[in-house]
């Protein structure tokens, strides 16, 4: 059978349960690469050329039964709708498309609600919009504060929703983060500011690049399990 990059194939897992895997070629890959994709409720298998993605299919039908145990245990996904509870900067917040004014503003309470003023069917996008703008701005001041820290200089701050990385940063010093880090507790999206600040430094994942990440950040490894112990809770918000 011949398999096509972007093609989206089916396995048959435990007891009949079908199981979707969508087949990517990513040349930066090294390897054979299978991961999930907390939204879509699919898994991902990598293939580093065009001639290794019947590789790739394989490589995933050999790994079916973990891949439906995993996706078993994913999180809920948590629309951005009305009524809805959210994680913001590691706290609960309720979501209501209620309130005075036109503009998205946090409400303090037991459990502080963000009203985002207008109709209920587009609350998930004003949602989105105010979650980016404060993503933006924390993790700017954050960046600006590393920066200095390090003696370092960045060309520039992008903030995206990214899926398999929470921030990267290119040879010319361009930073990218997800904004997904807002609703994580505020030191660990401080550790990834850190993380790329770092990377303008050392290109690699050395004993030196973290040295850097220890002078910001010198409680990093405890903020770099948060994320790999909670981060499918963040993919799955807002799907």
Not at 104 to 122: C, F, N
């Amino acid at each position: 059978m011949a398999y096509n990059n972007g093609q989206t194939m089916t396995l048959n897992g435990p007891g009949g349960h079908k199981i979707k895997v969508r087949l990517e070629v990513n040349s930066k890959a090294r390897r054979l690469i299978l991961r999930l994709d907390e939204r879509r409720r699919e898994a991902v298998a990598i293939a580093p050329t065009r001639r290794q993605i019947k590789d790739a299919a394989a490589f995933a039908a050999e790994r079916v039964d973990w891949i439906s145990s995993r996706l078993q245990h994913l999180p809920e996904i948590v629309s951005f709708e009305e009524g809805s509870v959210i994680s913001y900067r590691g706290q609960p917040c309720r979501l209501t498309s209620e309130g005075d004014g036109r503009l998205a503003r946090m409400i303090p309470g037991e459990i502080p609600t963000l009203s985002a003023p207008g109709a209920p069917e587009t609350l998930d996008q004003r949602v989105l919009r105010y979650l980016k703008k404060q993503a933006r701005a924390d993790i700017t001041r954050a960046v600006k504060r590393h920066a200095a820290t390090l003696g370092v200089e960045y060309k520039g701050i992008s903030v995206k929703d990214t899926r398999s990385r929470w921030g990267s940063c290119t040879a010319d010093g361009q930073l990218s983060f997800s904004w997904r880090l807002i609703m994580a507790p505020s030191d660990v999206l401080d550790y990834v500011a850190a993380h790329e600040c770092a990377h303008l430094l050392e290109m690699n994942h050395s004993p030196r690049f973290w040295a850097h990440v220890a002078t910001c950040c010198p409680d990093w490894k405890r903020l770099r399990a948060w994320l790999r112990t909670h981060g499918m809770e963040l993919q799955a918000a807002g799907a």
